[in-house]
């Protein structure tokens, strides 16, 4: 996000007239990476490599590990090539960044893969400690490196910002214990308790290493994660496995903007389907992009000078949501009812718990069109909401296609989770029908325990990339012979 003063509440949304798109910018990034600013001054970049995965490789440094956790991890891989596949799906947008800004800091190029282990590269993950975005910030973690998390974005979840600030952790906790298996399990477990196990180890007179620390079973599995995946990446067709190209190119370019607009109004403009500016542009909370002066909206690269070129011509309003201030002795039912919204959507859409009592004046963020119950849903199907408490319920609309486990996949739920909560006694869902979605029970393979439920972009979809200017740069193939990853 763009270093701007956020708004605290929706009161900031009745804001005075919309300035325009800053062009200048647009014009610097459309034909570099995000850091076109300082390009000019960095080093000639080296000639690509095949593709991504073989410059990670060839940039490998953490020293490698060897053991039956290894070995359990990666059996753990490559009995679940669906699970892998949709791993490197996700990873297509952000790993050319991420290498990047590695390489940039002359860093070990494992550590591009680390996002793998933290959250199977899903910017929208969040732990049961809630942690956050791909890297997994902590909320205190994230505000001590100026992350900032409020009512109308998380930048814990911004890919540029949290993958800035990730590096900066490492490179400070390398600078710490000089050593990088002790500097990734810190990044994991604490720098304080792995400051203080390797105190007591020597106090103990036994060795200050890694393999010799006492450690939870979590941060012992950690380093074997990422050990497997490195492995994997090295030699998919040893573990029976085939990995999707990712080109050595970047897939998105910066834009900047100073109008407040409908994160749908937004896809609209930039002619992506919702869910792929979502995972883009993960850090917003809301249905709008609301909060700061200035944002940053990443874009694949041959859509940004469409999306500049259609703004600067769009006359009509660019925001569907509007502040409502609450009358005296009006209650919350009262307003959803109003604007034609279920008091679950109005809730979550605001981050007002169950249990929180509202009074005159308090400030809603509502459609501004009332009865737009149909937006409201719609918006709220793909929004995270790391700022509202836990338990929070919406209801997801079942579309053509669907099933119950294709649903139970997008949330990562069980189909037993959303039988139980919908009370349902067979599988059989028909288009329209509204299935209840909880926070409460959420499960994926993240490192840092469950995830809560989030409208996650990762879903079911093919290994193969979308077409855009970085995946035509290198077409799709596989990696190994053997036989193909279907898509789900």
């Known amino acids: 996000m763009a270093a701007a003063k956020a708004a605290e509440s929706p009161a900031d949304f009745a804001a005075p007239p919309l300035p325009q798109i800053v062009a200048e910018p647009i014009a610097?990034?459309?034909?570099?990476?995000?850091?076109?600013?300082?390009?000019?001054?960095?080093?000639?970049?080296?000639?690509?490599?095949?593709?991504?995965?073989?410059?990670?490789?060839?940039g490998y440094a953490v020293p490698d590990l060897e053991g039956p956790l290894v070995d359990k991890w990666e059996r753990y891989y490559a009995e679940r090539p669906d699970y892998?596949?949709?791993?490197?799906?996700?990873?297509?947008?952000?790993?050319?960044?991420?290498?990047s800004e590695v390489d940039q800091r002359s860093l070990p190029l494992d550590i591009a893969l680390l996002p793998m282990v933290e959250s199977a590269f899903n910017p929208r993950a969040l732990s049961t400690s809630r942690a956050a975005g791909i890297w997994q910030f902590i909320p205190s973690t994230g505000k001590h490196y100026g992350l900032e998390q409020n009512f109308w974005f998380d930048s814990r979840r911004d890919v540029i910002a949290a993958t800035d600030r990730a590096l900066d952790y490492l490179q400070k906790l390398f600078g710490d214990f000089g050593d990088w298996q002790l500097a990734l399990a810190a990044y994991n477990w604490g720098e304080g308790n792995v400051g203080r196990a390797l105190q007591r180890n020597r106090a103990k007179g036994l060795p200050a290493t890694y393999e010799a620390l006492a450690m939870p079973d979590e941060t012992r599995n950690y380093l074997p994660k990422l050990q497997a995946l490195k492995?994997?990446?090295?030699?998919?067709?040893?573990?029976?496995?085939?990995?999707?190209?990712?080109?050595?190119?970047?897939?998105?370019?910066?834009?900047?903007?100073?109008?407040?607009?409908?994160?749908?109004?937004?896809?609209?403009?930039?002619?992506?389907?919702?869910?792929?500016?979502l995972a883009l542009n993960p850090q917003h909370n809301r249905p709008v992009m609301?909060?700061?002066?200035?944002?940053?909206?990443?874009?694949?690269?041959?859509?940004?000078?469409?999306?500049?070129?259609?703004?600067?011509?769009?006359?009509?309003?660019?925001?569907?949501?509007?502040?409502y201030r609450m009358n005296p002795n009006e209650t919350l039912a009262q307003v959803a009812a109003r604007f034609g919204m279920s008091p679950e959507t109005l809730r979550a859409i605001n981050g007002v718990g169950t249990r929180a009592t509202l009074h005159a004046g308090h400030v809603l963020l509502v459609p501004a069109e009332r009865g737009r119950a149909d937006a409201a849903d719609a918006s709220l199907q793909r929004a995270v909401f790391t700022v509202?408490?836990?338990?929070?319920?919406?209801?997801?609309?079942?579309?053509?296609?669907?099933?119950?486990?294709?649903?139970?996949?997008?949330?990562?739920?069980?189909?037993?989770?959303?039988?139980?909560?919908?009370?349902?006694?067979?599988?059989a869902v028909k288009v329209g029908q509204q299935v209840r979605v909880t926070s409460d029970?959420?499960?994926?393979?993240?490192?840092?325990?469950?995830?809560?439920a989030a409208a996650a972009t990762g879903g079911a979809r093919s290994i193969t990339p979308p077409a855009s200017s970085a995946a035509k740069?290198?077409?799709?193939?596989?990696?190994?012979?053997?036989?193909?990853?279907?898509p789900r």
């Not at 600013?37 to 995965?53: G, K, Q, R």
């Not at 070129?309 to 660019?318: E, F, M, N, T």
């Open 28 to 58: 610097k990034v459309i034909a570099q990476p995000f850091r076109a600013d300082v390009a000019a001054e960095l080093e000639p970049l080296p000639e690509p490599a095949e593709d991504l995965w073989d410059r990670i490789v060839k």
């Open 84 to 99: 892998v596949a949709r791993m490197v799906d996700r990873s297509r947008r952000y790993l050319y960044h991420i290498v």
């Open 231 to 277: 492995n994997i990446v090295r030699d998919p067709e040893k573990y029976g496995l085939v990995l999707a190209d990712v080109p050595d190119a970047p897939y998105f370019t910066a834009v900047k903007v100073s109008r407040k607009m409908d994160v749908k109004r937004a896809a609209e403009l930039a002619e992506l389907p919702e869910d792929e500016f």
């Open 290 to 323: 609301a909060g700061a002066d200035e944002f940053t909206i990443l874009l694949p690269i041959d859509k940004a000078e469409l999306f500049a070129a259609k703004l600067d011509l769009h006359d009509q309003p660019l925001v569907s949501w509007q502040a």
């Open 388 to 427: 509202v408490p836990q338990g929070r319920t919406f209801y997801h609309t079942v579309r053509r296609g669907e099933t119950l486990s294709t649903i139970a996949a997008r949330y990562g739920v069980t189909v037993g989770d959303l039988r139980s909560w919908n009370a349902m006694t067979q599988s």
């Open 441 to 452: 029970v959420v499960r994926t393979s993240s490192p840092r325990g469950r995830v809560r």
């Open 473 to 486: 740069a290198a077409p799709a193939k596989r990696r190994a012979s053997g036989a193909a990853i279907p």
